[in-house]
């Protein structure tokens, strides 16, 4: 599965942000979708998973009540609403898509390019 992240943008801390992930393939229902981020210097990182049918999603506690993931099926998407945006917000963030149900970089074997989110505060 190829995918294509967009929405990344520049903006002021307390702001929101949708970010869009649009995989190719005809089986997107059948994987399991993340978003990861990965900030100047530091390692990937969790930020939010969401099961293929949509019904369960997991969060990092340093988004929780913030941010939330969703996906629609039939466009082959899913999507990270991001709202109260701080400046630790600010990375590239990464959707990725996997068979198993985790929070860990190396669970997800198919990754997005990346886009960038800046908050300014």
């Known amino acids: 599965v190829q995918l294509q992240a967009s929405g990344g943008g520049l903006v002021q801390a307390g702001g929101s942000l949708r970010l869009s992930c649009t995989a190719s393939?005809?089986?997107?229902?059948?994987?399991?979708m993340a978003w990861f981020r990965q900030a100047p210097g530091k390692e990937r990182e969790f930020v939010a998973t969401i099961s293929g049918g949509g019904i369960t999603a997991d969060y990092a506690d340093s988004v929780k009540g913030r941010f939330t993931i969703s996906r629609d099926n039939a466009r082959n998407s899913v999507f990270l609403q991001m709202n109260s945006l701080k400046s630790e917000d600010t990375a590239v963030y990464y959707c990725?898509?996997?068979?198993?149900?985790?929070?860990?970089?190396?669970?997800?074997?198919?990754w997005g390019q990346g886009t960038q989110v800046t908050v300014s505060s």
């Open positions: 393939g005809r089986t997107f229902s059948s994987y399991i």
């Open positions: 990725a898509a996997g068979r198993a149900w985790n929070t860990g970089v190396a669970g997800y074997p198919y």
